[in-house]
Nanobody, 124 residues
Framework: QVQLVESGGGLVQAGGSLRLSCAASGRTASSYRMGWFRQAPGKEREFVATITWSSTITAYADSVKGRFTISTDNAKNTVYLQMNSLKPEDTAVYYC?????????????????WGQGTQVTVSS
């Protein structure tokens, strides 16, 4: 099992930046995949970005491509989500999650460990 703790959320004006962190403790592996998802009020949880602990493969939702960057610091067992040029529609609770080698990198149901979430609010 792995425990995931997110931090770095907050209130920011449109066009601003935030960096989210997800600290992992427990079972990880270079082939395991980390993902960031978000859920806005009244909406389903949606995929944002994903990366393997080896940092060899990344992918992004079209809505954040070119604005968000996912990365890892293996020495700290931490995954980051750098969010630039934030928009009001990026407002949501952001979750990090880990999955093993099986399943889809884009489906939340295929991730088996989740953090508690961190609120990101972007004002217009």
């Amino acid at each position: 099992q792995v425990q995931l703790v997110e931090s770095g959320g907050g209130l920011v004006q449109a066009g601003g930046s935030l960096r989210l962190s997800c600290a992992a403790s427990g079972r990880t592996a270079s082939s395991y995949r980390m993902g960031w998802f978000r859920q806005a009020p009244g909406k389903e949880r949606e995929f944002v970005a994903t990366i393997t602990w080896s940092s060899t493969i990344t992918a992004y939702a079209d809505s954040v491509k070119g604005r968000f960057t996912i990365s890892t610091d293996n020495a700290k067992n931490t995954v980051y989500l750098q969010m630039n040029s934030l928009k009001p529609e990026d407002t949501a609770v952001y979750y990090c999650a880990q999955k093993g080698r099986s399943g889809s990198a884009f489906r939340s149901d295929d991730y088996n460990s989740w953090g508690q979430g961190t609120q990101v609010t972007v004002s217009s």
